[in-house]
């Protein structure tokens, strides 16, 4: 079972920026989808993006143009970079990376983002 470790996150202003990382402990090139969600307090986890092996991408509608998600085989790392943050971009992140048998979670990174 990979493990999945998230960093990058913290306290940042409205407007600021902020990039999360999520370093697997094997190779991320068999798993046919790697993704960021959130969970917000209340609130249901939600996808953020995600990316395929081939390198395909989607977005969520609330933070299209803002974020972008990237991957780096060769570090075994996947990356969201968050830019324009909102108030309501608040919530614990989470990697998560699937095959079509399962899907493996991070602990989560907890981003606050101040008005």
């Known amino acids: 079972q990979v493990q999945l470790v998230e960093s990058g996150g913290g306290l940042v202003q409205a407007g600021g920026s902020l990039r999360l990382s999520c370093a697997a402990s094997g190779s991320i090139f068999s798993f046919n989808v790697l993704g960021w969600f959130r969970q917000a307090p209340g609130k249901t986890r939600e996808l953020v993006a995600v990316i395929t092996r081939g390198g395909s991408t989607n977005y969520a509608d609330s933070v299209k143009g803002r974020f972008t998600i990237s991957r780096d085989n060769a570090k075994n790392t996947v990356y969201l970079q968050m830019n324009s943050l909102k108030p309501e971009d608040t919530a614990v992140y989470y990697c998560?990376?699937?095959?079509?048998?399962?899907?493996?979670w991070g602990q989560g990174t907890q981003v606050t983002v101040s008005s």
């Open positions: 998560s990376a699937s095959t079509v048998a399962a899907t493996a």
